[in-house]
């Protein structure tokens, strides 16, 4: 009965390359976020989208882009990676109307 | 812009001593203000939350925190720490399209 998932959990790449993290949210909320945490465990959200559309977009590089099938789900491309790019990502969904995020496990990306 | 300022880095306790975690936060309304905790390896799991209403709130796993206006203060506490306290401690204040979290307290539990 996972709330908020992602897939995959592990992610090593090399520079250069295309990958995408996946999330998915069981809660019925309509409102899903990524973040980035880096090695020194400091987060900062990165999107957030409520009924597919982009609601912020904090000044991350435009090789970010979140992808919105439907409102259960909202997956990170990266494209182009960069050594930099290394870190934990989290998702977190809400629902409308309440201030309260439920995060996801988070997917561990290594850029080599 | 709102802010979180956790000035404790790393926090060492003993099992069964009590816990208080500092959090300061720079808002510019009646702030949301969350408690999270994150164990290795794992998500980010909400211990408690303030939006208004009586300034001391409890959470789960024996947390409580207090809200003091006047000094722009949101600390956690906790009365009797268990080993399995151990983990990163994270405020944050919102609201949920802007939220802002502190740099985490590293929580490490003696025997």
């Known amino acids: 009965d996972t709330a908020v998932s992602q897939t995959p959990k592990y992610l090593v790449t090399q520079m250069g390359n295309d990958k995408s993290i996946k999330c998915e949210q069981n809660?019925?909320?309509?409102?899903m976020y990524w973040y980035k945490q880096d090695s020194k465990k400091f987060l900062k959200i990165m999107f957030s989208?409520?009924?597919?559309?982009?609601?912020i977009n904090e000044t991350v590089p435009n090789r970010f882009s979140p992808k919105s099938p439907d409102k259960a789900h909202l997956n990170l491309h990266i494209n182009s990676l960069e050594l930099g790019d290394s870190a934990v990502y989290f998702c977190?969904?809400?629902?409308?109307?309440?201030?309260?995020?439920?995060f996801g496990p988070g997917t561990r990306l290594t850029v080599l | 812009a709102q802010s979180v300022t956790q000035p404790d880095i790393h926090i060492t306790v003993s099992e069964g001593a009590s816990l208080e975690l500092r959090c300061n936060y720079s808002y510019g309304a009646t702030p949301y203000l969350f408690w999270y905790v994150q164990s290795p390896g794992q998500g980010l799991q909400l211990l408690l939350k303030?939006?208004?209403?009586?300034?001391l709130v409890q959470g789960i796993k024996g947390f409580e925190a207090e809200f003091k206006r006047s000094q722009s203060s949101f600390n956690l506490r906790k009365p009797s720490v268990h080993w399995s306290d151990a983990a990163e401690y994270f405020c944050?204040?919102?609201?949920?399209?802007?939220?802002?979290f502190g740099a985490g307290t590293r929580l490490t539990v003696k025997p």
């Open positions: 989208y409520n009924n597919k559309e982009l609601i």
């Open positions: 977190a969904s809400s629902e409308a109307g309440r201030n309260e995020q439920f």
């Open positions: 944050a204040v919102g609201p949920n399209n802007d939220m802002r």
């Open positions: 303030y939006f208004s209403g009586d300034t």
């Open positions: 809660l019925g909320h309509d409102t």
